[in-house]
C-alpha cells in the first residue's frame, strides 16, 4: 500500500529504536561514541559525522521526498562543498535559483 506524503510525514521515524522499542525515537546528544576496540570504530564515532537521531531524519526525508537517501549538513555552504566534490562530475548539469547564495554562485 503506498502512503500519502501527509501520512509519511507524520509516521516516519516511529517505531525505528531496534534497540529499546520507543515509538518516538530519542535525541542522541551525545558526542563522540567509543570504539568496540582499537581502531574498531561503531557505526558513529563521531556526532559531526552522524548520529541516531540524524539517520531518523535522513531516512525519513528520504521516504518523503521518494529518493533512495538523504543527507544533513550542518551548513548550507557544507551542502554545496558536498554536491560540487563529491556529486557532480564533469557535465552534469546543476540547476541553481539566480538569487543564491553570492559565494556559491560565483562557486559555480
Known sequence: MTRKQATIA???GLNDDEQYGCVVPPIHLSSTYNFTGFNEPRAHDY???GNP???????ALAELEGGAG??????GMSAI???TTVFLKPGDLLVA????????????
Do not use: E, I, M
Request: charged fraction near 25%.
Open 53 to 59: 537521531t540524524r539517520d531518523v531524519v535522513q531516512r
Open 10 to 12: 507524520v509516521r516516519s
Open 97 to 108: 535559483p539566480h538569487d543564491c547564495y553570492g559565494g556559491s554562485y560565483r562557486l559555480f
Open 47 to 49: 556526532s559531526r559525522r
Open 70 to 75: 538523504a543527507v544533513l549538513t550542518n551548513t
Open 81 to 83: 562543498h558536498l554536491v
